[in-house]
């Protein structure tokens, strides 16, 4: 199983980017898939997650009515929609994969999967 995201770039504070993470090999209809953020000297962190199976999401505190996850199952194809960012959502963002969904989405070390990391830089 492979994941590859893209999408990441260089914007200025309150412009928009949209990830997206291309899942291969893999053919399940049961999964999560959710986007997870790195910065400097900062532990990783839960940005948001999606279930296949009802389209359920959820979303950390910090951006919530700003970034919205989205799905193309069948295309095993997963986005982040990131509206109004700021200098604090600089960060090296990586997609994950669960092959069991419903358990605790913010825990990284539940996800069996993982993307190389798409770099996204808000300028102030």
């Known amino acids: 199983v492979q994941l590859v995201e893209s999408g990441g770039g260089l914007v200025h504070t309150g412009g928009s980017l949209r990830l997206s993470c291309a899942v291969f090999?893999?053919?399940?209809?049961?999964?999560?898939i959710a986007w997870f953020r790195q910065a400097p000297g900062k532990e990783r962190e839960a940005v948001s997650c999606?279930?296949?199976?009802?389209?359920?999401?959820y979303y950390a505190d910090s951006v919530k009515g700003r970034f919205t996850i989205s799905s193309d199952n069948a295309n095993y194809t997963g986005y982040l929609r990131m509206n109004n960012l700021t200098p604090e959502d600089t960060a090296v963002y990586y997609c994950?994969?669960?092959?069991?969904?419903?358990?605790?989405?913010?825990?990284?070390?539940?996800?069996?999967?993982w993307g190389q990391g798409t770099q996204v830089t808000v300028s102030s």
């Open positions: 090999g893999f053919t399940s209809n049961d999964y999560a």
């Open positions: 994950a994969v669960d092959i069991f969904p419903g358990r605790v989405w913010k825990e990284a070390g539940l996800y069996n999967y």
């Open positions: 999606i279930k296949s199976t009802d389209g359920s999401t």
